[in-house]
């Protein structure tokens, strides 16, 4: 491994500690947090197949209540965001945080706690959303009634995270640490501040559009953006035991980030009745990000060079890419001449999914193959079945993504044409839809290989020696 210089040493690990100890002494209260996201990821995969379905054909479960269209995907996404994604975020910073302070993780029954009030709260929201008790904000759907005990929870939680962070060993600290750091703190801020102004003293009129742009963004932008960041900056170094190529500018990247990033919720907002420095703003922001999205290309380039070396790898280099890609394409359609077409589209939705399945997800199914075999002191129970988790899951995004942007662009360009009724328009663009559908069905199969493959992995063994991580030419804790 590379010498230490006098930045870090560049290929992040404990200052001190044996990491074995650090990993097993949070076994628990991580696998808790694990299963509780493979179970929101399932149900939130079975609500997005059932409104993709619904898409093309709008009688499907038309006669249930419960599963109207716009119950179903409001359901759809806070699964997927506040369960799945939520879940599996704490239990990757949480690890990466203990690991990189070289101190066991504090706290673990507050995090056990808090889980069970978080997944509490999630199981509530998705009742009340289903049962029509929803709200009309994009990323903020739940009923506002359970958003308060989210914050509790998520408080519990996040104490384990600043008491890891505080109670690090001395020594240089990591990107990687930075961004699941910023994690912890920028979710709080922006749902409480979100929780005031649209729900307990709401704001009136067009503010509340402004706010609720705001707040969906930073959503993707500082909270799961940042916790798939944290996961590809510990694990590229980790596995391919290469210096990260631009360190230096890392910092850089995270601060533009963390500074600009907030502002760039402006640009879901062109042409709508808002003061014209709102998107203006947003538009600038946006373009200004792609300084962040280039420092992490560079930084990241390895996972591209090397993803054969690593199952774990292979997931992550996936998730980068869609991560940059999300950041280009953000830039490039928060532009006022492109906004027109694609604005309030299927477009929209790819990006959100881009977002969450691609940026988000990947890198985490990523760190989740390369930590639970350390945690656990055991194998995984199938190499088939990450292969094909793999296969699925890449796959399944593109024709996800693939089709719900063919989607939005066909939509876009004949909504423009004031010739044409809405009967042609879903006609042209329901082939598309039908991709999209296999993508969701492919996501879902994908989920279920993990969590198959995991339930294997936590069997008891019947010999008394525990099997080593076999993830191809992974370093050694």
């Known amino acids: 491994m590379p010498p230490e210089n006098n930045m870090t040493s560049r290929i992040p690990a404990p200052a001190a500690g044996d990491p074995h100890a650090i990993d097993r002494s949070a076994r628990w209260a991580l696998l808790l ?102 709200t009309s904000f994009s990323l903020l759907q739940t009923p506002a009634y359970v958003q308060p005990l989210l914050l509790i929870a998520f408080a519990a939680i996040g104490a384990a995270g600043v008491l890891a962070w505080s109670g690090r060993r001395a020594g240089p600290t990591f990107a990687a640490q930075w961004y699941a750091v ?46 798939a960041l944290a996961a590809a900056y510990y694990l590229v170094p980790k596995i391919t035991g290469r210096t990260l190529a631009a360190y230096d500018l890392a910092a850089w990247g995270f601060g533009v980030l963390l500074f600009i990033g907030p502002w760039t919720g402006g640009r879901h907002l062109v042409g709508g009745p808002v003061p014209a420095w709102v998107p203006t703003v947003g538009i600038a922001c946006s373009g200004l990000l792609l300084f962040h999205f280039i420092v992490v290309g560079i930084n990241l380039r390895d996972v ?23 950041g280009l394409i953000d830039a490039g359609t928060a532009l006022r001449g492109v906004a027109r077409f694609v604005q309030f589209t299927y477009f929209a939705e790819a990006q959100t999914m881009l977002a969450v399945l691609g940026g988000f997800t990947l890198p985490i199914f990523g760190a989740i193959y390369f930590l639970t075999p350390r945690v656990t002191g055991k194998a995984w129970g199938s190499d088939g079945l990450i292969k094909l988790h793999l296969g699925a899951a890449g796959v399944g995004l593109l024709l996800l993504v693939g089709g719900l942007a063919g989607a939005g662009v066909k939509q876009g360009l004949e909504l423009d044409d004031a010739g044409n009724t809405f009967a042609v328009i879903f006609d042209s663009v329901r082939p598309w839809l039908l991709v999209a559908t296999a993508g969701v069905g492919l996501q879902l199969l994908g989920g279920v290989f993990l969590a198959v493959n995991l339930a294997l992995q936590l069997q008891p063994e019947s010999d008394d020696a525990a099997a080593a991580p076999k993830l191809s030419a992974e370093p050694a804790p």
Do not use: C, K
């Open 33 to 134: 947090l694990l299963a509780s996201g493979l179970v929101w990821l399932a149900v939130g995969g079975v609500l997005e197949l059932i409104h993709s379905i619904q898409l093309h054909t709008p009688g499907f479960l038309a006669a249930s209540e419960w599963f109207t269209f716009g119950r179903t995907q409001a359901a759809a996404e806070t699964a997927l965001v506040y369960g799945w994604a939520a879940n599996a975020g704490f239990a990757v910073a949480l690890w990466l945080l203990g690991r990189l302070g070289g101190v066991p993780l504090r706290g673990l029954g507050l995090v056990q706690i808090g889980g069970a009030f978080w997944n509490l709260g999630v199981t509530l929201g998705l009742v009340g959303i289903l049962t029509g008790d929803l």
């Open 182 to 227: 910023a994690a912890l703190f920028a979710f709080p801020w922006v749902y409480s501040v979100a929780q005031t102004m649209l729900f307990a003293l709401p704001v009136r009129g067009t503010m509340q559009a402004v706010v609720a742009a705001w707040a969906g963004q930073n959503v993707l932008s500082l909270w799961l953006g940042p916790l």
């Open 304 to 326: 591209f060079r090397h993803p054969t070396r690593s199952t774990a790898l292979r997931f992550v280099a996936l998730g980068v890419a869609a991560y940059i890609l999300g």
